[in-house]
């Protein structure tokens, strides 16, 4: 009985504490979870593994895939973004699917980041 006491006496303590917890988060204008209401303008800046880095780069389409929204290209080390060669999909509009096809050689500018790589201007070389 005497062990039993003190753990009780803890565990109301702690209960109390979590909600004098979500009570002082509420008050922070933070919802009762803890989590920060999603409202942009008040969200901070992304780090700068979320910024969106512009590229260029030369290669070869290596596949078109229409239902994924991809072209797929074996290209050259990309400086900019110390990239090394490869081959890799990109997200591309169908209207800059439609300009290539597999085995042309082409240029591409494409944007990468946290949303993923998608080209943002192709040419034929």
Known sequence: MLVAAPL???ACDSEQSATDMD???MAD???ADGQMP???GDMPM???EGIMQMASAEGTVTAIDPEAGTITIEHGPVPEIEWPAMTMAFEADEQLR???AVGEGISFE???GS???????IAKQ
């Not at 949303?115 to 201007?121: K, P």
């Open 115 to 121: 949303e993923g790589n998608v080209i943002t201007s």
């Open 8 to 10: 009780a006496l803890t």
């Open 110 to 112: 494409f944007r990468t």
């Open 38 to 40: 999603m409202d942009s």
């Open 23 to 25: 009570d002082m988060s």
């Open 46 to 48: 992304m780090e700068s």
């Open 29 to 31: 204008g933070q919802m």
């Open 98 to 100: 439609n300009e290539v």
